[in-house]
C-alpha cells in the first residue's frame, strides 16, 4: 500500500500534546476531511485518530485522541504525516500529484534529453521543476517555470514530460 505525506511534525503546542505541523498539501482544510493519520518516524509508523484541527498561521495545530502529554508528542518531532493512496483526493483531468514528477523524464519539443526532475520549488507565482542529467554530470541543472507556455505535455503513466524551453534557461 502506497502513501501521500500531507504534513510534517515541526513541534508541539501546548502541554496536552497537541502538534504543530507543517502541512505539505495544497489545502490545509484537508486534515478536517480524515478520521485518521498515519505517522512515519524514521520508517515506523504509527496510526492516531484525529481529535480536533486547528490553524495557527501557516501552520496545522493537530491533536489525538492517544496522546494527551506533551513529553510523549515531542517524540514525534520530524514525523512525517502520511495518509494511504485511497484517501488521497480524486485529482480532475489534467491534474497530477506532485509526487509523481520526481524522478519524471524531461525533454524538448524537439525530442532532446534534457534530465530528470530532481526537485521542485514552490513560489507564489508557479512552481519551478529542477531538471538535472545525471548522466552527464557536466551540464548544469536547468530550473523550468511551471507554466503552460513551456510545459506542453505531461505523462504520468509514462513518466515523462515535454517542454518548449526558452533561450536562457540553459
Not at 36 to 44: A, C, I, Q, S, V
Not at 85 to 92: F, G, H, N, Q
Request: proline share 4%; with cysteine; aromatic share 10%.
Amino acid at each position: 500500500m502506497g502513501y501521500f505525506t500531507i504534513g510534517k511534525i515541526t513541534g508541539t503546542h501546548g502541554i496536552r500534546g497537541t502538534f504543530r505541523v507543517f502541512p505539505t498539501t495544497e489545502d490545509p482544510k484537508r486534515f478536517e476531511l480524515l478520521k485518521e493519520l498515519t505517522f512515519d518516524l524514521n520508517g515506523k509508523k504509527d496510526v492516531f485518530t484525529i481529535q480536533k484541527v486547528a490553524y495557527q498561521k501557516n501552520m496545522v495545530l493537530l491533536t489525538v485522541n492517544e496522546i494527551d502529554d506533551i513529553n510523549i508528542a515531542e517524540k514525534y518531532k520530524g514525523a512525517k504525516i502520511e495518509i494511504p493512496d485511497e484517501k488521497a483526493l480524486p485529482l480532475d483531468e489534467n491534474e497530477y500529484y506532485i509526487r509523481d514528477l520526481y524522478d519524471m523524464d524531461v525533454y524538448t519539443t524537439d525530442g532532446e534529453y534534457l534530465g530528470k526532475i530532481c526537485d521542485i520549488y514552490f513560489s507564489a507565482a508557479n512552481d519551478v521543476y529542477c531538471v538535472k542529467d545525471s548522466e552527464h554530470p557536466e551540464k548544469k541543472e536547468i530550473l523550468i517555470p511551471a507554466v503552460k507556455k513551456m510545459i506542453k505535455e505531461i505523462n504520468v503513466k509514462d513518466k515523462k514530460m515535454t517542454v518548449e524551453l526558452y533561450e536562457g534557461l540553459r
